[in-house]
């Protein structure tokens, strides 16, 4: 899989992703999220998404999000 290698330089506008109600992300940034429901918020993004989703976790963090794949 290869993942385009976005540069400021006329970067258009790629809109929000939205979440719950008001809740929106940008879409084409990194976002962080930490706090007990952070995996929650994690999926909702990716429903909301098309396409691959990249997802980094610290190699000391046990649990993933499908242990089967």
Excluded at 24 to 50: D, F, K, Y
């Amino acid at each position: 899989m290869s993942l385009p290698i976005r540069n400021s330089i006329g970067h258009r506008s790629v809109g929000a992703l939205p979440l719950v109600g008001a809740l929106t992300l940008q879409r084409g940034r990194l976002h962080e999220a930490c706090g007990p429901a952070r995996l929650v918020l994690a999926v909702m993004a990716m429903a909301g998404s098309i396409g691959p989703v990249v997802w980094i976790r610290p190699g000391w963090w046990p649990e993933r999000v499908n242990p089967a794949g």
